[in-house]
């Protein structure tokens, strides 16, 4: 799908308004499918406020229940074979897959669970005012899930088939790293052809997001040597003082011009002020934007060396989220949307992040693009609330990207489970937590 909207028909400028004739250049009905989904806007809306009502926190696995279930029946509705897994120690997932074994999938990834805890409703309700609706996780992303489902549920009924199979794995520990997920996203995504990222958009215009930061956590901890600070200070080595050092260092590592980020967030250490601390520790959050920087910036952090006597160092950590950057393969996929986007009569925006998110993952194996989510605000804050009169060209726009012809990488279908997942995601978890 790389040429503008219109395709030689009515076009852009074509019957006032409707449009109902407009395609793609690949003929996709872009103004068909646009004016299904804005003739089911209500009822997108309804069921948006039923998936906001149940809560689901990620710290509470049973709260996913629910939540899963309302998406699980609609994704079985439409034919796909579905199936929520338990986790072990977060909500599970729900994955979906076509029946058969189709030649060639794309994954479609999404998240249900919210970082409001339980009991937020009662301070912070659900509202709806306008055309705006507000409430807890209703941006992120519960918005995404309704634009995921009408999307599928429009080519059904439209009876418009892809020729990329649609994959459906959606989360529940995606706002806690993804930890127990993340090796099942990644095997999926290097069987797809590309992966479609339903996080919300970025700003007013619903931005698409086509980069994202890689993101590390390390943390450091400076072994000294104890001593009566008043009698003997001799004796001792400081670990607080080497700490200082430590931090000058790290923070040494910023660069704001190629968007290296280096924060000592959390420091503690020492006993009391009479004492030589023995121990102190530092915990540090890393963003890079591409893998180079990833590896430098790795690497001077896990070499840090102490230069007090007496004080040893010893650091952990890695870079657990890489960077989802603009690929030749992310590119051509950016292209199809902008190109599906003109053809829905939109100029779609691209921006890049510096926030992590299942994207880093997919980005790693496949084409990915993220933000196909809803237009709205306030991810993870009071003010969170998605534009109810967007969500139908959200979800013209998915199910366009769904019906786009392959990229350029096939790959058959496994049931998750099939085989044993080992990805550096894997274990992404330890080190790999996120804070938009
Ligand atoms: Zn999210």
């Not at 999307?151 to 009924?157: D, S």
């Not at 290097?190 to 980069?211: Q, Y």
């Not at 534009?387 to 726009?397: C, G, S, Y």
């Amino acid at each position: 799908m790389t040429g503008s909207g219109g395709g030689g028909r009515a076009g852009i400028g074509g019957p006032a308004d409707g449009a109902a004739d407009r395609t793609t250049a690949d003929g996709a009905p872009a103004g068909r499918i646009l004016d299904h989904l804005r003739a089911r806007e209500a009822e997108m809306a309804d069921w948006l406020a039923r998936l906001v009502a149940a809560e689901s926190p990620s710290h509470v696995a049973e709260s996913q229940r629910p939540v899963q279930a309302l998406v699980a029946a609609r994704l079985e509705a439409v034919g796909l074979r579905t199936r929520v897994y338990p986790g072990r120690r977060t909500g599970g997932f729900v994955f979906a897959r076509p029946p058969g074994r189709p030649a060639a999938c794309q994954l479609l990834v999404g998240h249900t669970d919210t970082v409001w805890p339980l009991g937020t409703l009662d301070t912070m309700p659900l509202e709806v005012r306008g055309p705006v609706m507000a409430g807890p996780g209703v941006f992120d992303m519960k918005a995404g899930l309704a634009i995921m489902v009408f999307a599928l549920e429009a080519l059904r009924a439209l009876d418009l088939a892809p020729a990329v199979a649609p994959v459906v794995l959606i989360n529940a520990d995606e706002e806690i790293g993804s930890r127990e997920s993340g090796g099942h996203i990644a095997r999926l995504a290097r069987l797809a052809d590309r992966a479609l990222i339903l996080e919300p958009g970025a700003g007013e215009a619903g931005a698409l997001k086509t980069a994202r930061k890689g993101i590390g956590a390390f943390q450091v901890v400076a072994h000294g040597r104890a001593a009566h600070a008043g009698l003997e200070p001799e004796r001792g080595a400081s670990a607080i003082l080497e700490l200082a050092h430590v931090i000058r260092r790290l923070h040494d590592l910023n660069d704001p011009a190629s968007g290296v980020s280096v924060n000592v967030g959390v420091i503690e250490g020492g006993l009391r002020s009479n004492v030589v601390a023995p121990e102190a520790r530092a915990a540090v959050d890393v963003r890079v934007p591409t893998m180079g920087h990833a590896r430098a910036v790795e690497a001077a952090i896990l070499g840090l060396a102490p230069t007090v006597p007496g004080v040893s160092l010893t650091v952990t950590g890695s870079i657990g989220r890489r960077p989802m950057e603009r690929t030749p393969a992310n590119r051509r996929l950016w292209a199809a949307a902008h190109a599906a986007g003109r053809a829905l009569g939109l100029d779609l925006a691209e921006t890049a992040v510096g926030g992590g998110s299942d994207g880093n993952i997919t980005s790693q194996f496949t084409a990915t693009l993220d933000g196909l989510g809803a237009v709205g605000d306030g991810a993870h804050a009071r003010h969170e609330h998605v534009r109810l009169d967007r969500m139908a060209e959200r979800a013209a726009l998915l199910a366009l990207l769904l019906l786009a012809p392959p990229l350029g990488r096939a790959g058959a279908v496994e049931p998750v489970g099939a085989g044993a997942a080992k990805e550096h995601h894997g274990d992404t978890a330890r080190t790999g937590r996120r804070q938009r």
